[in-house]
């Protein structure tokens, strides 16, 4: 069946239009998806992204689990601090990239939608089969998440608190107050703005935050934004989506996310991450923008000489540049930065950059 | 707000119109299909002087986030193709009955033409 968020008949009433997205009905767009994409980049945004997931991690081995599960060494994160980081099978393909975060004497861990179930029973059985003492509890119906993000999203949430937000540093997370509800916020997010992310339980109290943040925003033009604009704010800066990136099974090294990996600590993964890192070879995503007319799509061949060098992931009309933008894995040596390759759209050859990410740059707004 | 349909243009279930002039059928897509789709960022046009059958591709329109074909709604040569749209397709947000039109067809089976639907009868398949 599918599940709808509790903030359904406010969105609905905003006038949203929705879309199954890994099993939830979510709003895909309220107005425009280029308007609530411009307002995020310019302004402030409010998302709703209760669709992804909530899990409590407690016990007094809750870092070994997290150490051993993640390519993050965990005992590395302090109390009031978040972190980004995969969860890995055994031949070093990623099950989930997740957001952890250490709060007290527990974490609370962000998977991806629709993954609760997976990554929950994941880690239990890590857990089991190393006897440690710790319990993992799969609470995400029981949590509203909102994200709100964009250049005045820190203002917009200030008026709503009386805990001064410039002490919620970059990837700092809490327990607050906003609106008279407490909530834990995270200065985390998903379009490469200034954000942060808010977790509320019981998720009957988020409703009155919703509207309460929209109308905090009304001074700054705060858009309620869906998950169209979403996909393209984090196209634009590189980030990826676990169901289009990760699909068929690919490890953080072919995801270039090199840098989220602690080699100091054993995890899960890791011999297979390291034989493959020495064996070298491997496709590696990679970041296009079109310099033809032309939209590339999940799914699209990338080529050069007429020969297939990779596969397109993701793909859109990036609504800051107004050119087609995507990525996809292509062979290592056909991905040198400012190198041209062809996309294959709908049989037609598109020419595209290579690019590292972000496609669009931190001061893109400043300059436009 | 209600999307436009304008009594003197003929439809199909597939949210196109059609204004028959003579020989020529203008070709476009409606209110209802533009405010779907929302934000048209790309139209892949045919060329002029292509011969389509009803029901082949005629166009790509694509929103940001989706693909849309659309099929001709009647047989005949694309005598012209709305070149505006190239760098403008937005235009068909804007304006979906007048400059947002996208090919001219040259009738080639006029029987056709009674396949299509009237106002009335599209008004009702988008209620």
């Known amino acids: 069946m599918v599940k709808r968020s509790p903030l359904y008949d406010i969105q609905k009433k905003l006038g949203a239009k929705f879309t199954e997205f890994a099993g939830f009905e979510m709003p895909i767009q309220y107005s425009s998806i280029k308007e609530e994409h411009m307002a995020v980049r310019r302004n402030v945004g409010l998302f709703d992204v209760s669709h992804m997931s909530n899990l409590w991690i407690t016990g007094s081995d809750t870092e070994k689990l997290v150490s051993l599960t993640t390519v993050e060494d965990a005992s590395r994160i302090p109390d009031g601090k978040s972190q980004y980081t995969a969860i890995l099978r055994d031949d070093g393909t990623v099950i989930d990239d997740i957001i952890f975060m250490h709060l007290g004497d527990k974490f609370m861990m962000i998977p991806n939608a629709g993954m609760d179930e997976t990554v929950t029973k994941w880690l239990k059985d890590k857990a089991k089969e190393n006897n440690f003492d710790v319990d993992v509890e799969n609470v995400s119906s029981g949590f509203v998440i909102l994200a709100i993000q964009g250049p005045k999203s820190r203002d917009t949430l200030q008026k709503l608190t009386d805990t001064d937000l410039n002490e919620v540093k970059f990837f700092g997370c809490r327990d607050i107050d906003i609106a008279g509800v407490n909530c834990i916020i995270s200065h985390t997010g998903y379009t490469g703005e200034l954000g942060f992310e808010l977790q509320i339980s019981p998720v009957g109290d988020a409703k009155d935050v919703f509207l309460k943040i929209l109308e905090a925003g009304e001074e700054f033009n705060i858009k309620p934004v869906g998950l169209g604009a979403r996909d393209t704010l984090r196209l634009e800066k590189g980030f990826i989506l676990a169901g289009n990136e990760f699909e068929g099974g690919r490890t953080p090294l072919e995801a270039v996310m090199s840098w989220v990996i602690h080699w100091d600590h054993d995890f899960i993964g890791k011999d297979a991450l390291l034989k493959q890192k020495e064996k070298g070879g491997y496709e590696r995503l990679t970041s296009f923008e079109c310099v033809e007319k032309g939209i590339p799509r999940h799914g699209c061949d990338v080529q050069v000489d007429g020969k297939k060098v990779g596969t397109i992931t993701s793909g859109t009309m990036s609504p800051c540049l107004n050119t087609g933008i995507a990525m996809g894995y292509v062979h290592p040596d056909y991905r040198e930065k400012d190198s041209i390759v062809e996309i294959v759209v709908r049989g037609k050859l598109v020419k595209a950059k290579v690019l590292r990410p972000p496609i669009v740059p931190k001061d893109w707004v400043r300059n436009h | ?127």
């Open chain 2, 1 to 127: 707000m209600a999307d436009e349909v304008r009594d003197d243009l003929k439809y199909t279930k597939e949210h196109e119109w059609i204004k028959i002039k003579g020989d020529i059928a203008v070709v476009g897509i409606t209110d209802h299909a533009q405010a779907e789709l929302t934000d048209i960022v790309f139209v892949e046009l045919p060329e002029a002087g292509k011969e389509v059958k009803k029901g082949e591709e005629l166009c790509v329109v694509e929103s940001v986030k989706s693909v849309s074909e659309i099929y001709a709604p009647l047989s005949g040569k694309i005598v012209k193709v709305n070149s505006k749209l190239d760098d403008s397709p937005e235009i068909i947000n804007e304006s979906p009955y007048d400059d947002g039109w996208l090919v001219e067809l040259e009738i080639k089976d006029k029987s056709e033409v009674d396949s299509l639907i009237d106002a009335e009868t599209y008004k009702k398949t988008i209620e």
